[in-house]
């Protein structure tokens, strides 16, 4: 069974440039999040998605941040513009989820920004 | 004070040691736990849950302390392939939130 799929593995930019970056949750996975993850630090939640509805959104920073996950499937999280401090490595993970939300998350391999 | 805290490490242990981690959370509401493990470059896979009663998989014991609101992950005879960021994980409270720490790096040396 495939596993997480996110794309562009890599990304360089201009910082004022937009980005966007793909993710393909395993399939028939309700959950879907976006974390990003600096050097030496755990992942932060960005957003946290049930089906279609963004259930915490509280870490995104909204005013150049924003995501979608139309027909509750693939997401895109995008950045515009981007700034320097977003160089980071953007993970993208989705877990079979009742309410208690213990179950467990599968990860995708990220994508490395970097903002010039 | 951060919801989620580790000791960054690094942690340097010979081979066949056991080493232990600490992770304190402060949302006393928290109700999920888990401790995932992140090699270098790669993304977090998860290593187990803490259950209440405390678990076991092998050479990895995980265990909570509610009262004193920590989960610990101790690792018997340490091998060269457990080398990698130990992250504790603490969900809960409104929307099921979900805390990273930062991770606790391991280095087995032979």
């Known amino acids: 069974e495939a596993g997480v799929v996110q794309s562009p593995r890599y990304k360089i930019i201009e910082k004022k440039q937009p980005v966007a970056f793909w993710c393909n949750p395993i399939?028939?996975?309700?959950?879907l999040y976006w974390y990003l993850q600096n050097l030496g630090q755990g992942p932060e939640l960005l957003i946290r998605?049930?089906?279609?509805?963004?259930?915490?959104d509280s870490q995104l920073p909204k005013d150049r941040f924003s995501a979608e996950r139309l027909k509750g499937v693939d997401s895109t999280l995008k950045i515009q513009p981007a700034e320097l401090g977003d160089s980071a490595v953007y993970l993208c993970?989705?877990?079979?989820?009742?309410?208690?939300?213990?179950?467990?998350?599968?990860f995708g391999p990220g994508t490395r920004l970097t903002v010039l | 004070r951060k919801e989620v805290e580790q000791d960054p490490g690094p942690f340097n242990v010979p081979e066949g040691a056991t080493v232990a981690f600490n992770c304190t959370y402060s949302?006393?509401?928290?109700?999920?736990f888990f401790w995932y493990r992140q090699d270098c470059r790669k993304e977090p896979k998860l290593l187990m849950s803490?259950?209440?009663s405390g678990n076991e998989d092998g050479r990895f014991t995980a265990q909570l302390n509610r009262a004193s609101q920590y989960i610990s992950l101790l690792i018997r005879d340490s091998k060269l392939s457990d080398s990698a960021t130990y992250l504790c994980?603490?969900?809960?409270?409104?929307?099921?939130?979900?805390?990273f720490g930062t991770g606790t790096k391991l280095q087995v040396i032979p």
């Open positions: 993970a989705s877990s079979l989820d009742g309410p208690s939300g213990r179950s467990e998350q599968f």
């Open positions: 399939s028939g996975h309700n959950t």
């Open positions: 998605y049930e089906n279609e509805e963004a259930v915490d």
């Open positions: 949302n006393s509401a928290s109700q999920s």
């Open positions: 803490v259950y209440s």
């Open positions: 994980v603490v969900t809960g409270g409104g929307y099921q939130k979900v805390t």
